[in-house]
């Protein structure tokens, strides 16, 4: 089926339940939901479809216009300078029409879990695990999303070796989901005497937030146990058994928690944790079933993947799936540039699925 077929398809379905849902009394309600659902879901395709039309019926009366011999020369004028705005309007009005088409991730809209974790180089990698932390923290405040620390276990000397937080606010997941993998680091690490440059690494692991009707989790899978909550150092920080491990039987995923005084309370942030990570597990297996005949390397979400490079004594950033370099290291790592590297993921992901539509 040729594109505008597929446009004037998908219109006339739009119309047919616009006129279903306004003489809605012959509907249950289960059924006029899910023409609603559905009827919302065509809404951004319907509008686009109409200004693009709209606009090729109006660059098509004005080339009449201009093409008459008999039209005034003021207003030959006028109509060629509105034509010219109109064509170059036009691609974009496409772009934004095929762009609605693209089928929809369902957890875009979702909250994210974030973990940051240190990798190889010891020290030094902690302590960029932590300013990776801290970097997703200030972008976040920026967007003006709310940023909640689940789990921290540092070093003791300012490094990280997990960090856990949930990011609260609009489309988190679709703005953040291309940041899974491994971020190596290449610095000249204070304690070094040499002035050799070290390279690091952290994994960034970025799962979108599950609510229970997305993962059932039966009790019967689960193995929990209970324990003393330590410190940096193995220093107990509490008398009571307050900590909770959860291991879920089925996937064999496991999760900690200790950050809280309650054990209950540790059991319902071990239990999100839990429940964001099956659910992660599933799309991943979904995704490799889908793209099995084309990976996108930027939407892959490897976490063993090499995605970026920070090299300080240059002060530049490479991403490595799009070769795109920032040279503006200190913006990105207040938070501030990441942005520009966030929306370069995007439009390469969206390049490589119009692509294939």
Do not use: C
């Not at 609605?100 to 190889?120: C, F, H, M, Y």
């Not at 193995?223 to 107990?236: A, E, L, T």
């Not at 799936?321 to 590297?341: C, D, P, Q, W």
Request: glycine fraction near 8%; charged fraction near 30%.
């Amino acid at each position: 089926m040729s594109f505008d077929a597929t446009i004037d398809r998908l219109l006339q379905r739009h119309a047919e339940l616009s006129a279903t849902l306004a003489t809605e009394g012959g509907l249950d309600g289960q059924t006029f939901a899910k023409l609603s659902r559905e009827y919302a879901e065509l809404g951004p395709t319907a509008e686009s479809a109409g200004a693009l039309k709209a606009a090729k019926q109006e660059a098509a009366d004005l080339a009449q216009m201009i093409a008459d011999p008999a039209m005034d020369p003021e207003m030959r004028a006028m109509a060629e300078e509105e034509f010219a705005e109109l064509k170059a309007k036009i691609p974009a009005l496409e772009r934004a029409l095929q762009l609605s088409l693209l089928p929809k991730d369902e957890a875009d809209e979702k909250n994210a879990i974030l973990e940051v974790r240190a990798g190889t180089g010891g020290d030094e990698a902690a302590l960029f695990a932590s300013e990776l932390f801290r970097m997703y923290e200030r972008f976040a405040q920026l967007q003006g999303w709310r940023f909640e620390a689940m789990e921290v276990s540092d070093t003791g000397l300012g490094g990280l070796k997990e960090g856990i937080a949930t990011i609260t606010g609009r489309s988190v997941f679709a703005r953040l989901k291309f940041e899974s993998g491994v971020h190596r680091v290449q610095r000249v690490p204070a304690t070094e005497s040499q002035g050799r440059i070290h390279t690091s690494a952290a994994t960034v692991a970025v799962l979108p937030e599950a609510e229970e009707v997305d993962i059932q989790i039966d009790e019967k899978d689960l193995r929990i146990d209970v324990f003393r909550s330590s410190g940096p150092g193995g220093q107990s920080v509490n008398t009571t058994d307050s900590a909770v491990r959860i291991t879920h039987l089925p996937t064999g995923i496991v999760v900690s928690q200790q950050d809280e005084k309650s054990q209950h309370k540790n059991k319902a942030k071990a239990l999100k944790i839990l429940r964001a990570r099956i659910y992660d597990a599933e799309r991943q297996r979904l995704d490799s079933e889908r793209s099995a005949s084309r990976k996108s390397q930027v939407g892959s979400g490897d976490r063993s993947e090499r995605i970026r490079t920070y090299n300080f004594p240059q002060g530049r950033v490479t991403d490595h799936r799009i070769n795109v370099t920032l040279y503006k290291i200190e913006a990105v790592m207040l938070g501030e540039g990441l942005g520009e590297l966030l929306d370069a993921l995007r439009q390469e992901d969206e390049a490589a699925r119009l692509a294939d539509l």
